[in-house]
């Protein structure tokens, strides 16, 4: 079956560490986001890439940091400068040239800071 | 600057009754709509989507929503609701003049179904 996997679903870490969430698509898909979750706040987006070795800043992309060295995979690293990192965070994966803009999302992970 | 507004964060609703929820959209150029649901701790499922054409359109579980460029709007209905229906519902727009691929999201509407 073709999705997006996520890894860990539930991470801890303590603070002044950095701690990196797995994101991996087997839909052969362009494109790949990043977003966080927050209660009452929607999706808001940290980083995204378009294609291989090439990734922008989102909304919110202060303390993230990301790498696209593989079509199938956009890992997020959350550094210790990222004030508030517990959130629940969010991979997504798109392909314009099939259904322009709709994304499809893995299961998520949710980080909590000790 | 390009928005999405969902008004109501929080709806409740009894089994077998009738469902709307609002979505209004701030955007310049041709939007591409969207709905999408959560349930709690999972990732988000596509329900709907909106890219030209008829502007009723029929998604997965009985859902429907209907675009009014003259509103700004994208509501979702479902004429029956089901317990199983309880979850986060999120509107999103995006546009193909933004060569990102990117969408906005609203800030979700919470659905809760009563017995």
């Known amino acids: 079956d073709g999705g997006i996997t996520q890894s860990p679903k539930y991470l801890f870490r303590k603070e002044g560490q950095n701690v990196t969430l797995s994101c991996e698509q087997n839909?052969?898909?362009?494109?790949m986001y990043w977003y966080r979750q927050d209660p009452g706040q929607g999706l808001r987006l940290i980083y995204y890439s378009q294609i291989v070795n090439d990734f922008q800043k989102g909304d919110i992309a202060e303390g993230y940091s990301v790498s696209r060295e593989k079509k199938e995979s956009f890992p997020l690293t959350v550094t210790s400068a990222q004030k508030n990192p517990t959130a629940f965070y969010l991979c997504?994966?798109?392909?314009?040239?099939?259904?322009?803009?709709?994304?499809?999302f893995g299961p998520g992970t949710r980080l909590t800071v000790l | 600057a390009q928005s999405v507004t969902q008004p109501d964060i929080h709806i409740t609703v009894s089994e077998g009754a009738s469902l709307e929820l609002r979505c209004n959209y701030s955007?310049?150029?041709?939007?591409?709509l969207f709905w999408y649901v959560q349930s709690p701790g999972q990732g988000l499922q596509l329900l709907l989507k909106y890219f030209s054409g008829d502007t009723l359109v029929q998604g997965i579980k009985g859902f429907e929503a209907e675009f009014k460029r003259s509103q700004s709007s994208f509501n979702l209905r479902k004429p029956s609701v089901h317990w199983s229906d309880a979850a986060e519902y999120f509107c999103?727009?995006?546009?193909?003049?933004?060569?990102?691929?990117?969408?906005?999201f609203g800030q979700g509407t919470t659905l809760q179904v009563k017995p």
């Open positions: 997504a994966s798109s392909d314009p040239g099939l259904a322009v803009n709709e994304q499809f």
């Open positions: 955007y310049g150029a041709t939007p591409y």
């Open positions: 999103a727009v995006g546009s193909l003049s933004s060569n990102t691929g990117k969408l906005i």
């Open positions: 839909l052969n898909h362009d494109a």
